[in-house]
């Protein structure tokens, strides 16, 4: 049992070893989803307690992006100095008190102050854990590790929508936030028992930990030497980041790309839909107990959708994957905002008015979701390649809050419809963005990427 007739066992305990080690170390991912989904069911309950204004409100869900923001940014430093392990130890400490922290709010401003710390740990999460996932991984596998990030931040979405339609039957956003307690400590405990990054222990000088850990990891006493050697060689490399900027036009151009590119991603509209889904469904007027249930359903379809990109983005290319999703995410958003116009009495029009959310969410986690931070990494040159991706991280939460914390305002100001013809007129820019700027990258090494960029050939022909 278990061997395939030539007495060589299906089983290989080192892939087995990391596929654990890598799912542990993604429980950010999920810790993430959960935080960033669990508020959209908690908002009324919460509102009918403590009755924020619309802006209070909307700082309830944007203080995680600001938290977030504040975490990306001490993120590189703390993984560095302290490790990639302590870093996540760290992150999944902060996600402890921060879900308990909110579970036990008192007031409007206690809410926001721990939603904050929640944020924290989201963004150290955000940053360390693909770091760590991508220097565990072997070479073969690491593309399917770093997914596995984004993957489970989906299913911790989906995750945090069917808690809440669960708590919203007791009437109790505390059970909500409390929720996101019982997987930070599983995670918290869990990092306790992963082995440090081999990277990080050569870039302290533990050689010798470095490579125990290798040959545990790939069983292979050549390749340990051989990746042990090419991390050696990766750190001679030295890291610049202002100076660089300031003295090197074409790495200023791959961080403004990697700007951009992030920007896209949050004003596509996709966290207005995660964090504000039963708003929207209320105002197509489903009773409260039908928002939730369609809320995670569209929860579910924005984690399936992620299988998509992944088994995509290297046969169709980055490309046509944005041009899809983009396309999708402008036509869902205007079909949704004539729906709201007409004033979806009627149930028929409310359950189109669901399917545009589910197939909108579905152009978002196929294309923009994932591929941003695909294109993001892609671009930047290895010596600034630190500074360009934590440029990055913090638009993309930056951005995130911005989206988060005008919505409910633009609501007021413009209605409902024209809210959502916002959305796809951004969209539809998007596409022009993209044929104008962004590289098709499949297939490319990041030495050719480097090379063509330094050499000042156009961001869109950096790539074929």
Known sequence: MGDDGDGTSFFDPTKFKILVIGIVAALGGLMSGIDIGVVSGALDLFSREFHPSTIALSWVVSAMMAGAALGSISASKLAQKVGRKRALICGAGVFVVGA???SLSWSIP????????????????AF????????????ESRGAMISTYQLMLTIGIFAAFLADTYFSYRGSWRGMFGFAAAPAVMFFIGVLFLPYSPHWLVMKGRHREARRILLDLRNDPLEAAKEIQAIRQQLETKQEGWSLLRRNSNFRRSVLLGVVLQA?????????????????LQAAHFDSHAQMWCTAIIGLVNMLATFVAIGLVDRWGRKPILYVGFSVMALTMGALAGLLHEGMAEQASQMIAVFVLMVFCAGHAMSAGPLM?????EIQPIQGRNFGMSVSTLTNWLANMGVSVS????????????????LAVLNFIFIGLTFLYVPETKGMSLATIEER????????????
């Open 100 to 102: 308990l922290g909110c």
């Open 110 to 125: 206690s809410m926001i102050s721990f939603r904050v710390v929640m944020g924290y740990a989201v963004g150290l999460s």
């Open 128 to 139: 360390t854990a693909p770091l760590y996932l991508s220097e565990i991984a072997s070479e």
């Open 264 to 280: 896209m991603q949050q004003l596509a509209g996709i966290n207005i839909v995660m964090f504000y889904a039963p708003k929207i």
């Open 373 to 377: 931070w695909v294109l993001c990494a």
């Open 407 to 422: 919505f409910l305002p633009l609501m007021e100001m413009f209605g409902a419809s024209g809210t959502f013809w916002l």
């Open 453 to 464: 960029l330094m050499s000042g050939v156009k961001l869109r022909k950096l790539g074929r």
